[in-house]
């Protein structure tokens, strides 16, 4: 069955450091991987989905990217934070079947101070 | 463009009582419909999955409902309990293998049970 493995759970950076979170899957192969934020009070924001390896579509301006460097691999980045990313981000997967179910990570809980 | 819009934004009801949350969506093609639950901190957990051709799928004390002519779906929740107090969330999937093949997300019903 598929995991999706989603750390760290909670971080909290100053404005103006970097970012990098990490989203690594298990137990299926060429998925569509998924991050999204979750503002407080609010719904999901897709922020990048990838349909393969190298393979990034953005779905709002911001101040983050995306990379997918292997298959089962997915990373969120920033160069230099603001507080305005501050959240919950959570990434997702939707393995290779058609009309598959998607799963969820964990989340991170994201604090810029 | 594709949407998926849901209502009401947020509900309180008293245990024991039913409700139903309402999704409609303009995604197409269309794959399949799902809801998910989604307790506070934590991601998203399945309830139902729906393709075009299926109308209706409980899941204990919940009951999805799909209607592919009018792009709306429901789902129905019947005894309340406190637990299921948390977000639900209306998650339309266009077909893997088009120019889509993602997910689009409502914003959620966040519902609250009162004792």
């Known amino acids: 069955s598929q995991t999706i493995h989603q750390w760290p759970a909670t971080l909290v950076q100053p404005v103006g450091s970097p970012l990098s979170l990490e989203c690594t899957v298990e137990?299926?192969?060429?998925?569509?991987l998924y991050w999204y934020r979750q503002a407080a009070g609010r719904g999901l924001q897709l922020l990048f989905y990838s349909v393969g390896i190298g393979q990034i579509s953005s779905e709002v301006p911001q101040n983050l990217s995306a990379s997918r460097p292997q298959d089962r691999q997915f990373i969120l980045s920033s160069k230099k934070l603001l507080l305005s990313d501050s959240g919950f981000y959570l990434c997702?997967?939707?393995?290779?079947?058609?009309?598959?179910?998607?799963?969820f990570g964990q989340g991170t809980r994201l604090t810029v101070v | 463009k594709n949407q998926v819009e849901q209502s009401p934004q947020s509900l309180i009801i008293l245990e024991g009582k039913n409700c139903t949350l309402q999704?409609?969506?303009?995604?197409?093609?269309?794959?399949?419909l799902r809801w998910y639950k989604q307790d506070t901190g934590r991601g998203p957990v399945s309830l139902t999955i729906m393709t075009f051709s299926e109308n209706t799928k409980s899941n204990g004390r919940y009951t999805a409902t799909l209607d592919a002519d009018t792009k709306q779906s429901s789902l129905h929740i019947t005894a309340s309990q406190l637990s299921d107090s948390a977000s639900y969330i209306c998650v339309v999937s266009a077909p893997r293998g088009s120019t889509l093949g993602r997910l689009y997300f409502g914003r959620g019903t966040q519902l609250t049970v009162w004792p």
């Open positions: 137990g299926t192969s060429n998925p569509n």
């Open positions: 997702a997967l939707q393995p290779g079947t058609r009309g598959a179910e998607a799963f």
């Open positions: 999704c409609n969506y303009t995604v197409s093609p269309f794959s399949n």
